[in-house]
C-alpha cells in the first residue's frame, strides 16, 4: 500500500513540470507562427530579440522550421530550413513559459 501512495505521490508531483513543458513548447511554436506570419516580433516579445536577430528572421518566415528540441539546459531549439538557401538555427530561452531571448546561429548541411 505504502508503494502505490508513494507511486501516486510521485506521478502527481511531475505533472506540473509536465505541464511547464508542454506550455513552454506551445510558447515556442507561437513565436515560430509569428516569424512565419510577419508579426511585429519586437512589439509582441519587447526586450526578447534584438534588431540584428529580428531581421535574421525575417528573411527565414518563407523556410520550414524543424527539430523543435528542448535541450538539457532548459531552452529550446529550432532550425530554419531554407533549402538550396541553407539553414538557421534558433534558440529559444523561456522563462515562466515567457520568452526571454532569443538568438540565432548559422548551421552547416551535412553531405547525405
Known amino acids: 500500500m505504502k508503494i502505490v501512495t508513494l507511486m501516486t505521490a510521485m506521478m502527481l508531483a511531475s505533472i506540473p513540470a509536465e505541464a511547464a513543458a508542454a506550455s513552454d513548447k506551445h ?6 507562427k509569428a516569424v512565419k506570419q510577419g508579426q511585429d516580433l519586437n512589439a509582441d516579445f519587447p526586450g526578447a530579440i534584438s534588431p540584428s536577430e529580428i531581421a535574421s528572421l525575417r528573411r527565414v518566415a518563407e523556410c520550414n522550421a524543424l ?3 528542448k535541450q538539457e539546459g532548459g ?3 529550432v532550425v530554419w530550413d531554407c533549402g538550396s538557401k541553407g539553414g538557421l538555427g534558433m534558440q529559444v530561452i523561456l522563462e515562466d513559459s515567457r520568452i526571454t531571448n532569443v538568438s540565432t546561429f548559422e548551421v552547416e548541411r551535412r553531405p547525405n
Not at 510558447?27 to 515560430?32: E, K, S, T, Y
Open 27 to 32: 510558447a515556442v511554436r507561437l513565436f515560430i
Open 67 to 69: 527539430n523543435l528540441m
Open 75 to 77: 531552452y529550446f531549439t
